[in-house]
């Protein structure tokens, strides 16, 4: 009786993320994003074979604040560094990051939702309690104080960034689990006597997918332009070269030597890829709601 | 407390007697166990003024009376965007809410996908470089010309100039920041106008903009005033960077400074009074929705 | 044979006629296409009569409805004429229109929970109609408004409160006062009962009988129970599939129902006194979107035959001086009269 309840369910889900997916991939919307998300994704992963020289290389290959030309396509930095290769092995930074506080900020987030929306009672005081502690913290000077006592690296910029980020995911998966929990469909698992787990596991989880889909893509545009924020501040590690530091060091030198190519670049490659993940996002809600349509 | 901070500010290699190190750590409170410590900061805390002990970096103004001088320019800029943005964000909402799937809505909702993911310090950055380096329009840094005898924003006498120095950084704000608001409202006034009410508000001949005004906005406008709440940390957050990027001698200078010297007393007092101040404003916005929405009582 | 006599549903003319609707027709424009909701609806209505518009849920009552004001969204393609006061109410230029609405006709809507605005006191809705069509002062508008609302019971005091502080019942008697207004001519009541209990709804029928009496106020009654419409109504019309498949007297149409759609219809209701009986239901459901060949409601009909699924129907007088668009009213006028007990 139970497992037939449940396959029931699965069968039924899966249909729909069939129909949802297909629906995903025929939006131009999502066509775009995803194609900017693969050569961005090429680029990074063959770095060292794509970009022109290394952005580490010293002596440096060119001269300082040398304009876009043939040699550099993207201009150089204050070190004569290639601007083009910067970008490139910065999007791996970049990116990586995104997509790793993206996926732990998202994983303890739903964690936490879920637990707390389908246990209620006092495990969702306390988990709660303790969202709204992180919530209500402004981010960045949150980020700024744990940063400082942590040491400037990547892996703090990580850390802080998942931790200002998870609280946000817990609520709203909570929120949707609360409102799941009353449906039917759960009610008849349960009856059924089907465990916990797999009430969470195989009814809650998959309903829930969409919400969490929509709102892990969007995690990684908001990771990417923290974890450029963070190294714009000087709190990230400045000796590696992500989009972020590129930003920190072209603030003190580029401006005044008139190097707009180097404050440029990192910057539209940052909103690229950010608009390509909100555009992924934004496909995925609108499935699911098709009265906001409108792009 | 990381000892290292003591460090910095008193390189021992400057300071030749380890008496003088003994004294500084004895100003500092360093030298008493962990617990005292722990203990003095919190009677500290909750005496007026609160004291956060003594700024490495000003040293000798306490932290408090550094903080207070840099926190009204903060204030100013966060306050007067704050008010723009929304301002922009529920008209640009209620327009496009009124009339999606329209061209008007479409380039509306693609501009603020981009300005949602553009990184806004590094529009800042665009702006200033453009508008007041290229072509001096604006200045170039600090909140007003007599910035260093004006405190607060009050004391300035000018408004013109105040505005002057203020507009940039202002500008970088709301474009960065309107973007959520106005997608927000969008949506939800799909969702009011296809209620009931409107309906009827429609049937008994009312204008359009009565309908748009008196009704449908002013029912969709409620959750935005939670939203907005929810958000001041983010735009105080976004403050910060904003001010680094133009040297507005806001609280977000003040922190940057701070992070490059280890300052940390500094630091913890920037942090509890910033949370402070956000949580403060927080419960504003949640008696300002009590107020507009009739069905709560506070 | 003009139209007008078939628009009435009886044999005479009549010179007090509130409002003619001549060939409706309501198309909705959608991703695949456009739906047709209402095919060519022709009725009139007369001073001081309520006229029942009855149906199952998407036969295009509601639309009907709606469309009489132009409510129905930028989505609808309106075709037809509607005429008020001499004048197309289609053709109106936006003006005139929003003249028109709430002064001449007004519209009580379904559900009136969700029909007040929740942050407007709900004085301050009624006097917002009343300012919309003409210079009142904020004195005079209060007043009016105690009185309306004084008119249906409701202490003149609470004008002041907002919606969530009415119950139910006043909630609606605030939408009936407030639809009063301006004295119109018609009111659309739609689907006014359908989310109140049995108390609330005798009082509203009522109540709506008594401005039918006092004021002479016609109302277009729309609802999918019939047992209400038996009620409160003069005249009924029964809508199936965007077409008018009977009109006439109520006496006529419910206890002598002519077309086989509406003889199903008062079949189904059920009996609180009398023997017990097998309840009734019609096989199938209603067709949207894509209609039947033919006579729309055959593949559900018991007595459906050939000429039935080739050719559609015409409203045509049956013996019982209603009007029915049934092949077996043309032709045997005898075989299909069944009487009912109401």
């Given at each position: 009786?139970?497992?037939?309840?449940?396959?029931?369910?699965?069968?039924?889900?899966?249909?729909?993320?069939?129909?949802?997916?297909?629906?995903?991939?025929?939006?131009?919307?999502?066509?775009?994003?995803?194609?900017?998300?693969?050569?961005?994704?090429?680029?990074?992963?063959?770095?060292?074979?794509?970009?022109?020289?290394?952005?580490?290389?010293?002596?440096?290959?060119?001269?300082?604040?040398?304009?876009?030309?043939?040699?550099?396509?993207?201009?150089?930095?204050?070190?004569?560094?290639?601007?083009?290769?910067?970008?490139?092995?910065?999007?791996?930074?970049?990116?990586?990051?995104?997509?790793?506080?993206?996926?732990?900020?998202?994983?303890?987030?739903?964690?936490?939702?879920?637990?707390?929306?389908?246990?209620?009672?006092?495990?969702?005081?306390?988990?709660?309690?303790?969202?709204?502690?992180?919530?209500?913290?402004?981010?960045?000077?949150?980020?700024?104080?744990?940063?400082?006592?942590?040491?400037?690296?990547?892996?703090?910029?990580?850390?802080?960034?998942?931790?200002?980020?998870?609280?946000?995911?817990?609520?709203?998966?909570?929120?949707?689990?609360?409102?799941?929990?009353?449906?039917?469909?759960?009610?008849?698992?349960?009856?059924?006597?089907?465990?916990?787990?797999?009430?969470?596991?195989?009814?809650?989880?998959?309903?829930?997918?969409?919400?969490?889909?929509?709102?892990?893509?969007?995690?990684?545009?908001?990771?990417?332009?923290?974890?450029?924020?963070?190294?714009?501040?000087?709190?990230?590690?400045?000796?590696?070269?992500?989009?972020?530091?590129?930003?920190?060091?072209?603030?003190?030198?580029?401006?005044?030597?008139?190097?707009?190519?180097?404050?440029?670049?990192?910057?539209?490659?940052?909103?690229?890829?950010?608009?390509?993940?909100?555009?992924?996002?934004?496909?995925?809600?609108?499935?699911?709601?098709?009265?906001?349509?409108?792009? | 407390?990381?000892?290292?901070?003591?460090?910095?500010?008193?390189?021992?290699?400057?300071?030749?007697?380890?008496?003088?190190?003994?004294?500084?750590?004895?100003?500092?409170?360093?030298?008493?166990?962990?617990?005292?410590?722990?203990?003095?900061?919190?009677?500290?805390?909750?005496?007026?003024?609160?004291?956060?002990?003594?700024?490495?970096?000003?040293?000798?103004?306490?932290?408090?009376?550094?903080?207070?001088?840099?926190?009204?320019?903060?204030?100013?800029?966060?306050?007067?965007?704050?008010?723009?943005?929304?301002?922009?964000?529920?008209?640009?909402?209620?327009?496009?809410?009124?009339?999606?799937?329209?061209?008007?809505?479409?380039?509306?909702?693609?501009?603020?996908?981009?300005?949602?993911?553009?990184?806004?310090?590094?529009?800042?950055?665009?702006?200033?470089?453009?508008?007041?380096?290229?072509?001096?329009?604006?200045?170039?840094?600090?909140?007003?010309?007599?910035?260093?005898?004006?405190?607060?924003?009050?004391?300035?006498?000018?408004?013109?100039?105040?505005?002057?120095?203020?507009?940039?950084?202002?500008?970088?704000?709301?474009?960065?920041?309107?973007?959520?608001?106005?997608?927000?409202?969008?949506?939800?006034?799909?969702?009011?106008?296809?209620?009931?009410?409107?309906?009827?508000?429609?049937?008994?001949?009312?204008?359009?903009?009565?309908?748009?005004?008196?009704?449908?906005?002013?029912?969709?406008?409620?959750?935005?005033?939670?939203?907005?709440?929810?958000?001041?940390?983010?735009?105080?957050?976004?403050?910060?960077?904003?001010?680094?990027?133009?040297?507005?001698?806001?609280?977000?200078?003040?922190?940057?400074?701070?992070?490059?010297?280890?300052?940390?007393?500094?630091?913890?007092?920037?942090?509890?009074?910033?949370?402070?101040?956000?949580?403060?404003?927080?419960?504003?916005?949640?008696?300002?929705?009590?107020?507009?929405?009739?069905?709560?009582?506070? | 044979?003009?139209?007008?006599?078939?628009?009435?549903?009886?044999?005479?003319?009549?010179?007090?006629?509130?409002?003619?609707?001549?060939?409706?027709?309501?198309?909705?424009?959608?991703?695949?296409?456009?739906?047709?909701?209402?095919?060519?609806?022709?009725?009139?209505?007369?001073?001081?009569?309520?006229?029942?518009?009855?149906?199952?849920?998407?036969?295009?009552?509601?639309?009907?409805?709606?469309?009489?004001?132009?409510?129905?969204?930028?989505?609808?393609?309106?075709?037809?004429?509607?005429?008020?006061?001499?004048?197309?109410?289609?053709?109106?230029?936006?003006?005139?229109?929003?003249?028109?609405?709430?002064?001449?006709?007004?519209?009580?809507?379904?559900?009136?929970?969700?029909?007040?605005?929740?942050?407007?006191?709900?004085?301050?809705?009624?006097?917002?109609?009343?300012?919309?069509?003409?210079?009142?002062?904020?004195n005079e508008a209060w007043q009016t408004a105690g009185k309306l609302l004084s008119s249906v019971s409701i202490h003149p005091s609470r004008a002041r409160n907002y919606p969530h502080e009415f119950s139910g019942g006043m909630k609606q008697r605030a939408v009936i006062a407030m639809a009063l207004a301006l004295n119109p001519a018609l009111v659309i009541a739609d689907e006014p009962t359908t989310a109140l209990d049995v108390v609330v709804q005798k009082q509203l029928l009522l109540e709506l009988k008594k401005l039918q009496r006092n004021l002479g106020i016609?109302?277009?009654?729309?609802?999918?129970?019939?047992?209400?419409?038996?009620?409160?109504?003069?005249?009924?019309?029964?809508?199936?599939?965007?077409?008018?498949?009977?009109?006439?007297?109520?006496?006529?149409?419910?206890?002598?129902?002519?077309?086989?759609?509406?003889?199903?219809?008062?079949?189904?209701?059920?009996?609180?006194?009398?023997?017990?009986?097998?309840?009734?239901?019609?096989?199938?459901?209603?067709?949207?979107?894509?209609?039947?060949?033919?006579?729309?409601?055959?593949?559900?009909?018991?007595?459906?035959?050939?000429?039935?699924?080739?050719?559609?129907?015409?409203?045509?007088?049956?013996?019982?001086?209603?009007?029915?668009?049934?092949?077996?009213?043309?032709?045997?006028?005898?075989?299909?009269?069944?009487?009912?007990?109401?």
């Amino acid at each position: 009786m139970q497992s037939v309840k449940i396959v029931d369910e699965r069968r039924k889900f899966s249909l729909r993320r069939a129909s949802a997916v297909s629906g995903i991939l025929h939006s131009r919307r999502a066509q775009v994003g995803f194609g900017i998300i693969t050569i961005f994704g090429v680029l990074a992963l063959a770095a060292p074979i794509v970009a022109p020289f290394s952005p580490y290389m010293f002596p440096a290959p060119g001269r300082p604040y040398s304009p876009p030309g043939a040699t550099f396509l993207l201009g150089t930095d204050n070190l004569g560094e290639d601007v083009l290769s910067e970008v490139i092995y910065g999007g791996r930074v970049s990116i990586m990051v995104g997509l790793i506080v993206a996926f732990l900020s998202t994983g303890f987030g739903t964690l936490v939702g879920i637990i707390s929306g389908y246990y209620m009672k006092t495990i969702d005081e306390v988990l709660m309690r303790a969202t709204d502690i992180v919530l209500i913290l402004p981010p960045l000077p949150l980020m700024i104080i744990l940063a400082a006592y942590l040491g400037p690296s990547i892996q703090t910029v990580i850390l802080v960034l998942t931790v200002t980020a998870w609280p946000s995911v817990a609520r709203v998966v909570r929120s949707q689990t609360l409102s799941l929990r009353e449906r039917p469909f759960v009610d008849s698992a349960r009856v059924a006597g089907a465990s916990d787990f797999r009430i969470i596991g195989r009814v809650l989880f998959p309903n829930l997918a969409s919400i969490i889909a929509a709102n892990a893509v969007l995690m990684v545009t908001a990771a990417i332009v923290g974890e450029a924020a963070l190294d714009f501040i000087g709190l990230g590690d400045i000796s590696v070269v992500s989009w972020g530091t590129m930003l920190y060091w072209a603030q003190s030198y580029a401006i005044f030597n008139g190097a707009w190519w180097w404050v440029i670049a990192p910057g539209v490659c940052i909103v690229l890829v950010g608009l390509a993940f909100v555009l992924i996002s934004v496909s995925i809600e609108n499935i699911f709601n098709p009265r906001l349509r409108s792009v | 407390m990381p000892g290292n901070a003591l460090y910095y500010f008193a390189n021992p290699r400057i300071i030749a007697t380890p008496g003088a190190l003994d004294a500084l750590k004895r100003r500092f409170g360093l030298d008493q166990p962990l617990w005292t410590q722990f203990v003095l900061y919190w009677v500290n805390l909750f005496s007026w003024p609160p004291n956060f002990g003594v700024s490495y970096l000003f040293y000798p103004a306490s932290v408090f009376s550094v903080i207070m001088q840099y926190l009204p320019w903060t204030l100013f800029l966060v306050g007067t965007s704050t008010i723009l943005t929304a301002l922009i964000g529920i008209l640009l909402g209620v327009w496009t809410g009124s009339r999606p799937g329209s061209k008007l809505d479409t380039v509306s909702v693609s501009i603020s996908m981009i300005l949602w993911t553009m990184p806004f310090f590094w529009l800042g950055i665009i702006l200033l470089w453009v508008f007041a380096i290229s072509l001096p329009w604006f200045p170039v840094s600090g909140a007003s010309s007599s910035g260093v005898t004006a405190n607060t924003p009050l004391e300035v006498h000018d408004i013109g100039d105040l505005l002057w120095h203020a507009f940039l950084p202002m500008v970088t704000l709301v474009t960065a920041a309107y973007a959520g608001y106005s997608l927000i409202m969008r949506n939800t006034m799909v969702n009011e106008l296809s209620q009931d009410y409107v309906l009827l508000a429609r049937a008994k001949g009312l204008r359009e903009n009565a309908v748009l005004f008196g009704h449908a906005a002013r029912n969709a406008m409620l959750p935005m005033i939670t939203l907005i709440g929810l958000n001041l940390g983010y735009v105080v957050s976004g403050a910060l960077l904003v001010e680094i990027v133009f040297s507005y001698p806001g609280v977000g200078l003040l922190t940057y400074r701070a992070v490059l010297a280890h300052d940390y007393p500094l630091l913890q007092g920037l942090f509890f009074i910033i949370s402070l101040t956000v949580v403060f404003a927080n419960y504003l916005a949640d008696i300002t929705y009590a107020f507009l929405d009739p069905r709560i009582k506070y | 044979m003009s139209t007008r006599i078939i628009a009435n549903g009886t044999d005479r003319q009549h010179d007090d006629t509130v409002i003619e609707i001549k060939s409706l027709s309501v198309s909705y424009k959608t991703e695949s296409g456009y739906v047709k909701a209402v095919d060519n609806v022709s009725f009139s209505i007369n001073k001081g009569e309520i006229l029942g518009l009855a149906g199952e849920s998407a036969c295009g009552k509601t639309t009907t409805a709606l469309s009489i004001m132009r409510l129905l969204g930028k989505n609808a393609v309106v075709d037809g004429s509607i005429i008020f006061d001499d004048r197309d109410v289609l053709q109106m230029p936006e003006e005139e229109l929003r003249n028109f609405r709430w002064k001449r006709v007004s519209l009580i809507p379904q559900g009136s929970m969700n029909s007040l605005d929740p942050v407007i006191p709900v004085g301050k809705q009624i006097i917002e109609a009343i300012q919309a069509h003409g210079r009142v002062s904020k004195n005079e508008a209060w007043q009016t408004a105690g009185k309306l609302l004084s008119s249906v019971s409701i202490h003149p005091s609470r004008a002041r409160n907002y919606p969530h502080e009415f119950s139910g019942g006043m909630k609606q008697r605030a939408v009936i006062a407030m639809a009063l207004a301006l004295n119109p001519a018609l009111v659309i009541a739609d689907e006014p009962t359908t989310a109140l209990d049995v108390v609330v709804q005798k009082q509203l029928l009522l109540e709506l009988k008594k401005l039918q009496r006092n004021l002479g106020i016609s109302f277009l009654f729309v609802s999918h129970d019939l047992s209400v419409i038996g009620e409160v109504a003069d005249r009924v019309a029964v809508m199936y599939a965007g077409k008018i498949v009977e009109i006439g007297v109520k006496e006529d149409v419910l206890q002598h129902p002519s077309h086989p759609y509406t003889q199903a219809l008062v079949n189904s209701v059920p009996k609180v006194y009398g023997n017990r009986q097998v309840l009734h239901s019609i096989p199938g459901n209603p067709p949207t979107g894509i209609w039947p060949q033919g006579c729309r409601f055959h593949p559900r009909c018991q007595y459906a035959f050939d000429l039935c699924k080739e050719k559609e129907p015409e409203l045509e007088i049956s013996p019982t001086g209603a009007y029915a668009a049934c092949h077996l009213v043309s032709k045997d006028l005898t075989k299909n009269q069944t009487d009912t007990k109401q």
